[in-house]
């Protein structure tokens, strides 16, 4: 039996190019390659090799190599964002990565230094002093991970971990360069103090002034190019006493600062801003 021409099975072209290959438009999207930016992540694991080569000559009893090499890590870590805002390569994984060197470089570092150098003789005071401050940083970076862009950017919420790190540390590389005696009944006591105000300051809102408004292409008077040289003649003539010193006096700024708004009836512009909802006012 013949079948009509009406109900004849066509046969299919094949689609243009090679046989049964799919057009360009059609074709699936090549995956593209995830990776990380080397060069501000360079800084990065730098930084956090400092502060785990620090807790190393903590535990070697090696005291002033561990107070330079946490000194190191914050020059390291204030470099690896500005390189990366610089050359564009800022990134996710450069936030998290950081916060994690963070941690080490600033929070664990520096209070294994301390119990290491003068907490460990006050026993159970001593090693609560060292917990306070490692807390005490823990919170600070995550609490300055969920305000980012919710506070004002001049300022930080509490004493910055490298600040607090460095005051730390300067303490112990002070005392050490000037051969303190450990055996000594205030010393300890005093250390014990330092490290407590360290890991408080650091969860306190206290507005501390951040410096991120500070640009390095923008031009400034001739006499910031001059404090700046007489800044590295003041540091370079006795490390350890210029350092805890400008330290210590950044330690108290934010309080000092605080105080001032709050005379002035002024708000604290560390302060997370509030939604719109909770702004509102009651129905």
């Known amino acids: 039996m013949k079948v009509p021409m009406r109900f004849r099975r066509r046969k299919l072209r094949p689609l243009a190019g090679s046989a049964g290959a799919l057009p360009d438009d059609f074709k699936a999207p090549a995956r593209r390659r995830r990776g990380i930016y080397?060069?501000?992540n360079l800084f990065t694991t730098a930084a956090l090799f400092a502060g785990f080569f620090a807790t190393v000559q903590a535990m070697n009893q090696r005291f002033e190599w561990a107070a330079v090499a946490i000194f190191t890590a914050m020059v390291l870590d204030g470099m690896d964002g500005r390189v990366a805002r610089l050359t564009n390569t800022q990134s996710a994984f450069g936030e998290h990565f950081d916060s994690l060197s963070d941690m080490t470089s600033f929070g664990v570092a520096p209070a294994i230094v301390m119990y290491e150098w003068a907490l460990r003789g006050l026993g159970r005071w001593g090693w609560?002093?060292?917990?306070?401050?490692?807390?005490?940083?823990?919170?600070r970076l995550a609490r300055f991970n969920a305000n980012i862009g919710v506070v004002d950017?001049?300022?930080?919420?509490?004493?910055p971990s490298p600040a607090a790190?460095?005051?730390?540390a300067g303490f112990v590389w002070l005392a050490v360069d000037n051969h303190l005696q450990i055996q000594q009944v205030w010393l300890p006591w005093v250390a014990?103090?330092?490290t407590v105000y360290a890991g408080l300051?650091?969860?306190?809102?206290?507005?501390?002034?951040?410096?991120?408004s500070f640009h390095v292409g923008v031009s400034v008077p001739f006499w910031v190019m001059v404090a700046i040289v007489v800044a590295i003649f003041l540091i370079s003539s006795d490390p350890p006493i210029v350092l805890f010193v400008l330290f210590c006096c950044y330690a108290v700024s934010g309080y000092?600062?605080?105080?001032w708004r709050r005379w002035r009836g002024q708000s604290n512009p560390a302060?997370?801003?509030?939604?719109?909802?909770?702004?509102a006012p009651p129905h």
Not at 128 to 139: D, M, S, T
Not at 165 to 168: C, M
Not at 256 to 259: D, I, K
């Open 128 to 139: 609560a002093a060292a917990f306070v401050y490692c807390a005490g940083a823990a919170l």
């Open 256 to 259: 000092v600062y605080w105080g």
């Open 201 to 212: 300051t650091m969860v306190s809102s206290a507005p501390f002034y951040s410096g991120k």
């Open 192 to 194: 014990f103090g330092v």
């Open 38 to 40: 080397l060069l501000p």
């Open 165 to 168: 790190a460095a005051l730390v």
């Open 153 to 159: 950017r001049r300022f930080f919420q509490g004493l």
């Open 271 to 279: 302060q997370p801003a509030r939604s719109g909802a909770e702004t």
